[in-house]
């Protein structure tokens, strides 16, 4: 597959409406039942999730704040032909048997010596791929998002503590949810181990979900005087989490909004619920991971049967999140033609949908590349020896970043509704649907990784 062949197919389909994803049976948005949990993951008491439509809490900040994007360089698979240093042998002899300070041995390699292509043993390379996207990923991008739920919730105190704030202090506030959504769309694609537990997925944020039911949710817990005192006691998703947080703080309706509604208190209180809830689940999730999971996923034991099973666990949801994406996010907002469904968005009031996208796209890179560690992309070289495919598939990455650089400045809700801003979102759509296919095919065929669902279906 080539990159010339996908811009043949952009052309095709400029005009036409974002194609379907298959796979998964859906992409179902956020809601597929978390690990060690029975039942949907939106077990709500005013109706539960819509219709299967889409919106809800955003994110912001393209994923790149305060410490910039995991997706960084690669280490390019670390060979050079196979040669040896210090000691190295000529005609690739060795004498006595043995091997020389810079040969190798068993496929290992010593005192500086290299693996030449496609010389690393599975078991070796995936070990590295593991150790490499736990430690240099998933883990900080895990701490990353804890710190922002700390920091929203000291702004929250703050802002509430002013006797009469005003929209510069709102501003701020709202500057502090942005971040935090910035850093959850990050690990929006990790929804297994213990961010997949109890529901707290769900709990942090509970998508597709109609921003009508999250204004009647809201409103309704507000004038029946909820108790926060003991946090949220139930299992309304959507009361507690990033969207109804969204709601409170950017809603401009005059009597709703919290600069000039008559019941600002209780508005004030409501999000310091939402803000310690949120850090709380954090906390716990990465307090488990640390303590325990990121072991079990590194060693392939545990949760894991194998290596390999925590690889596909990875990918099952690496592919899922993909899908939810050019479905969710991307295709129903578009609906079928002008003005399309701006209810669907994603962000309904802080309109930071598009700003999601590129810290999700961000953060499926790190998974698959580990950044500047061995991922997968080396893996592919090491152990497969297919710079061609780790080429590809980097060029598809690029792909999809350069046109999302020509939307930056722009609004989801703004390009849905005129005709050159809907032939922008079918080429992204495109792009990533061309993504999904190289991965879950040549990518999928080439390291035997089984996602877990029928992803080699194509499109």
């Known amino acids: 597959m080539t990159i010339k062949s996908d811009l043949l197919i952009l052309s095709i389909v400029s005009s036409l ?23 949907a993951d939106n077990g709500t ?14 994110t912001s900040g393209g994923g790149t704040s305060d410490g910039g994007t995991l997706g960084g360089g690669t280490l390019g698979g670390g060979t050079s032909d196979g040669g040896t240093s210090d000691g190295g042998t000529s005609d690739g002899g060795t004498s006595d048997g043995g ?5 190798t041995s068993d496929g290992g390699a010593s005192d500086g010596g290299t693996l030449a292509p496609g010389e690393m043993p599975v078991a070796e390379g995936q070990s590295k791929v593991l150790g490499a996207v736990s430690d240099s990923v998933i883990t900080p991008m895990y701490q990353s998002f804890l710190d922002s739920t700390q920091s929203l919730a000291s702004a929250t ?27 959850w769309q990050m690990i929006r694609a990790t929804k297994f181990g213990p961010l997949a537990d109890n529901f707290t997925y769900s709990r942090i944020q509970l998508w597709p979900f109609l921003p009508s039911r999250i204004v009647s949710s809201v409103e ?21 989490g990033l969207p109804a947080f969204e709601y409170l703080v950017f809603n401009q309706e005059t009597d709703t909004n919290i600069l000039t509604a008559a019941d600002k208190a209780e508005r004030c209180n409501y999000l310091k619920a939402i803000a310690s809830n949120v850090n709380n689940l954090m906390t716990s999730v990465n307090s488990q991971w640390v303590s325990e999971f990121s072991q079990q996923f590194k ?9 390999k099973s925590a690889l596909e666990t990875l990918f099952k949801y690496w592919f899922e999140y993909l899908e939810v994406i050019a479905d969710d996010k991307l295709k129903k907002p578009l609906g079928l033609d002008v003005p399309g ?4 968005l994603e962000s309904h009031w802080a309109q930071v949908s598009l700003q999601s996208i590129e810290s999700n796209i961000t953060s499926l890179k790190a998974l698959y590349d580990a950044g500047d560690e061995f991922g997968f992309d080396d893996y592919l070289v090491a152990v497969n020896n297919r710079e061609d495919l780790k ?24 390009l849905i509704q005129q005709s050159e801003g809907r032939e922008k979102i079918n080429e992204l759509g495109v792009a990533i649907t061309a993504l999904r296919t190289v991965m879950s095919t040549d990518f999928v065929q080439v390291t035997d990784i089984q996602p877990g669902f029928n992803t080699n279906d194509g499109d």
């Open 99 to 103: 091997t020389s300070d810079g040969g």
């Open 17 to 39: 409406s974002l194609p379907l994803l298959s796979g998964c049976g859906g992409s179902g948005g956020d809601s597929a039942t978390p690990t060690n949990n029975a039942g």
């Open 45 to 58: 008491s005013d109706g539960g999730t819509s219709d299967g439509g889409t919106s809800g809490g955003g």
């Open 157 to 183: 105190n703050t802002y509430c503590n002013i006797s009469e704030p005003q929209q510069s202090d709102l501003s701020q506030l709202q500057d502090s949810w942005k971040q935090v959504n910035s850093q």
């Open 391 to 414: 080429d590809d598939i980097n060029e598809r990455f690029e792909v999809i970043f350069a046109i999302l650089k020509t939307m930056e400045g722009n609004k989801l809700a703004d």
């Open 341 to 344: 469904k701006p209810e669907e």
């Open 220 to 240: 309704s817990t507000i004038e029946t005087s909820y108790d926060f005192s003991q946090g949220f006691n139930d299992s309304t998703h959507q009361r507690q």
């Open 299 to 307: 060693a392939g034991n545990g949760e894991f049967e194998s290596s």
